[in-house]
């Protein structure tokens, strides 16, 4: 999941202010990591994540840890807060669990890590000013972009697989409506379901011990088939089952 924040068009007006000479520059500061979701089993409390950067020039790196609203402060340690990384170099994060979660289902938060522009006093954000004409008005946009990954915490109390929970999902097929029933105590992450060979829009994972609704054609029957993503990141095989013709089920 990635999301952009425009930092800001920032013009920086030489001394002669009848300058004619506009000098533009566009800069995305992203990241990519190594991971798409991040599982703490029973006995882990530390996972390494690695961290690229694609460009050619350096970037901040800040992550921070957030529960499933992704506003609330997870119970997490991220280390180092923030770094500086060199273009087409990697590093790592360190991402510490440290709280007390819940011991009958899976808990989700996320990891958001955001590529940050240097501040216009840093010496490696002078050297574009410096190349630049004397006589040029200079226009920076710079563009901060984040990566959010799921951080899943599992329980020692937990026996079932993530296999065996995508395998149970129950639906339901309630007029325009696509129900997906999730009895486990795991997060089940839709990769894709279809509905007599027609795709479902927009899917996304499921809750332990809740529900998800998809808007489907009135009109759509026939077995339906899903993907998950595992543990590993991947896409599962596909599973199969017909869906009972039933009001949405509580949850």
Not at 89 to 114: H, M, N, P
Not at 230 to 247: I, K, V
Request: proline share 8%; net charge positive; charged share 20%.
């Amino acid at each position: 999941m990635f999301s952009l924040i425009i930092g800001g068009a920032l013009l920086i007006l030489s001394a002669n202010a009848a300058a004619d000479e506009v000098v533009a520059h566009t800069r995305l500061f992203q990241i990519k990591l190594g991971a798409s979701r991040l599982i703490y089993l029973p006995g882990i409390n530390d996972i390494a994540l690695a961290v690229n950067n694609p460009q050619d020039y350096p970037v901040l790196i800040q992550g921070k840890a957030w529960q499933e609203d992704k506003k609330t402060p997870a119970p997490f340690i991220v280390t180092p807060p923030v770094s500086r990384l060199e273009g087409h170099q990697q590093s790592r994060l360190r991402v510490i669990k440290a709280g007390e979660f819940a011991q009958d289902r899976e808990t989700l938060s996320w990891l958001c890590v955001a590529g940050i522009p240097p501040k216009n006093t840093d010496v490696w954000a002078q050297d574009e000013r410096e190349r630049a004409p004397s006589s040029a008005v200079i226009m920076n946009l710079e563009v901060s972009a984040r990566q959010c990954i799921k951080l899943l915490v599992r329980p020692p109390s937990l026996s079932i697989t993530s296999r065996e929970a995508a395998g149970n999902l129950a639906w339901y097929k309630d007029g325009k409506t696509l129900v997906a029933q999730n009895s486990s105590p795991l997060y089940v992450q839709l990769a894709s379901v279809s509905i007599g060979g027609l795709a479902v829009p927009e899917v996304t994972y499921i809750p332990p011990y809740s529900s998800r609704t998809f808007p489907v054609s009135k009109e759509a029957k026939g077995p339906i088939k899903w993907v998950v993503i595992t543990d590993e990141g991947g896409r599962s095989r596909a599973y199969q089952s017909l869906p009972e013709l039933a009001a949405r089920p509580k949850g």
